[in-house]
């Protein structure tokens, strides 16, 4: 997006002209991306209350933008980017250490877990703004999003081209089309039955009481389907290998709770007395939940990606406590 994209309009509002480039890209990202800066909680009140316009009209954080929409966008007062605090050292070398995968498109994470996909909601630094800091002026944007808690595979494109590629990949994957395969770990409280149990519910997200994300199985929710297999039995709970064929918000942890095997480890979706054993008895302090593998082709299925992460060390732990 450049200058020229964009026109003042009265009362120091602009107009920004949704370049092809960007078509099919959410309301959401694609002003983060024009507001560098604007942590994301101010976009989203913008959006709310009705400051942000598409072609005239109110729109919600999720639309996606066609080539050629008009979006209003208010003045924001921004930080510049040199007056912004650069991440801590340490919490930087972490990161450069969990790099599993770069080339010339692509940079891959192996997230730990307790760091935010982006900065918001009282998060200073996110995955995201700290790779931007290890890798300055190379343009890194999020493909997509792993839960805080989540561990796992995290991809960032360099290239606005490839970034379009992936996001398409993302919503065939998200209409259950198969654009990506997203292979999870997770210990699951209690006994699975052996094989393969699926799970096709649909999950609607509603808000708690100051603003809280929760999901849960509802008729008038969005499509979803898990598959969770059976790996092995660990203390008497279940060590599963999870295939999502869509990609919604909290989707593994809301269908597990459905069936009745939560994850362990869960604080919101969990038992909280098991996760308390699991505490004491295997050390278990976090979200027993890891985004193992990612595969997909580029360049129109020329060329294939397996991304993998292996699981984290604190998990492998658990996993030797429980034997």
Do not use: W
């Amino acid at each position: 997006m450049t200058h020229s994209d964009s026109q003042q309009s009265h009362a120091g509002a602009r107009v920004a002209v949704v370049p092809e480039d960007r078509e099919g890209q959410r309301l959401d990202n694609f002003l983060l991306g024009l507001l560098k800066g604007a942590p994301r909680s101010l976009v989203y009140k913008l959006v709310r209350s009705g400051q942000v316009r598409v072609n005239g009209g109110r729109a919600k954080a999720d639309r996606k933008l066609e080539s050629g929409d008009k979006v209003r966008i208010p003045p924001v007062r921004v930080e510049p980017e040199g007056e912004r605090p650069a991440p801590p050292r340490g919490f930087m070398d972490a990161l450069e250490a969990a790099i599993v995968h770069e080339d010339a498109r692509l940079l891959v994470l192996n997230k730990p877990s307790g760091v935010a996909s982006h900065g918001g909601s009282g998060i200073s630094f996110g995955a995201i703004e700290t790779l931007r800091a290890l890798r300055p002026g190379q343009g890194l944007e999020l493909v997509h999003r792993l839960d805080r808690d989540t561990s796992g595979v995290l991809v960032v494109s360099k290239k606005r081209s490839t970034l379009t590629e992936m996001q398409a990949l993302m919503r065939e994957s998200t209409s259950g089309a198969g654009g990506m395969r997203k292979r999870y770990l997770a210990l699951l409280i209690g006994r699975m039955p052996d094989g393969t149990m699926s799970v096709d519910a649909p999950l609607h997200v509603g808000l708690r009481q100051g603003g809280e994300r929760h999901v849960q199985v509802n008729p008038s929710g969005k499509s979803a389907l898990s598959h969770f297999k059976v790996l092995e039995r660990r203390g008497g709970h279940s060590y599963c290998e999870v295939r999502i064929e869509t990609g919604r918000t909290h989707q593994i942890r809301a269908h597990a709770q459905h069936i009745g095997h939560t994850v362990a480890g869960d604080d919101k979706y969990g038992d909280p007395e098991v996760n308390r054993r699991l505490r004491d008895q295997a050390g278990l302090k976090r979200l027993f939940l890891h985004a193992a593998t990612l595969e997909f082709a580029l360049d129109g299925g020329k060329t294939p990606y397996s991304l993998t992460a292996p699981l984290a060390p604190e998990l492998l732990d658990v996993l030797d406590r429980l034997k």
